[in-house]
């Protein structure tokens, strides 16, 4: 809003975005000369200062810890999956893709790893909440099946489960570079094949692999002087 107030002319007319091809993806209204609703202008500022914020995270922190850590340590397979078996966040049945993906990550190979790890945001989401209580599932009486929310659903119906687990900052960093839309909306950019072959390679993509290794490792924090990985 202060960003709004201060620079009014910058919300004041609408936005299109647009795919790699053109098509228009995604239309924000402006805020108009009255004093109506403008929330869209609202979430095209915020989407504007977060992909700001996501770059220069990436740029400045992500990529320079990422490349001191591997030209000075050995992050293979097997490592990574003796830190991560201790999160709650992943799923045992899991580890090893979950090792694979991050080991990729490390490596500097985003394609492998933002294509391994996206799907896997969704099942570790829905984890966290049947470890928590809460039924992630959906009935269909007309078909008689059960099937599991996706986690476009989880976002819609269950936010404020999603927010007890994970607190209201990460929730709404998940939101913003997995679904929103104006963002990345990375979640369905990797499912239906939008993404070109630099898209991984990008700072959202990258900051996306790093969140997730993150959600894996906020549970270990306070067990670090604990944990015995591989030498």
């Known amino acids: 809003m ?3 107030n201060d620079h009014p002319l910058s919300s004041l007319f609408g936005a299109s975005f647009h795919d790699h091809e ?15 609703d403008n929330g869209d202008a609202i979430r095209l500022q915020i989407s504007q200062h977060e992909s700001m914020r996501r770059g220069i995270h990436v740029s400045g922190q992500v990529q320079v ?7 000075n340590y050995y992050v293979g397979e097997d490592t990574l999956q003796a830190l991560i078996r201790h999160s709650p ?24 790893a933002l294509y391994i790890l996206t799907p896997m945001l969704e099942n570790s989401l829905r984890h966290i ?5 809460y039924d992630v599932t959906t009935f269909d009486d007309a078909k008689q099946v059960q ?9 819609e119906q269950m936010r404020p ?3 007890e687990a994970f607190g209201d900052a990460i929730t709404t960093d998940i939101d913003n570079v997995f679904l929103s839309k104006p963002g990345p909306s990375l979640r369905h950019a990797v499912a239906h094949g939008l993404l070109n072959d630099s898209s991984p390679y990008g700072t959202d993509a990258i900051y996306a692999c790093w969140l ?12 670090r002087e604990r944990l015995r990985l591989p030498s």
């Open 147 to 155: 099937e599991d929310r996706t986690i476009s659903a989880l976002f």
């Open 22 to 36: 053109g098509k228009v993806i995604h239309k924000s209204e402006g805020g108009g000369f009255g004093d109506g």
């Open 2 to 4: 202060k960003s709004i």
């Open 89 to 112: 966040f992943v799923p045992n049945d899991l580890v090893n893709t979950f090792s694979r993906g991050f080991a990729r990550f490390f490596e500097g190979d985003c394609v492998s």
């Open 161 to 163: 489960e999603l927010e």
């Open 212 to 223: 997730i290794f993150r959600l894996c490792c906020i549970p270990l924090f306070e067990q």
């Open 65 to 71: 810890a990422r490349q001191y850590i591997t030209r």
């Open 129 to 133: 909440l049947k470890l928590n209580g």
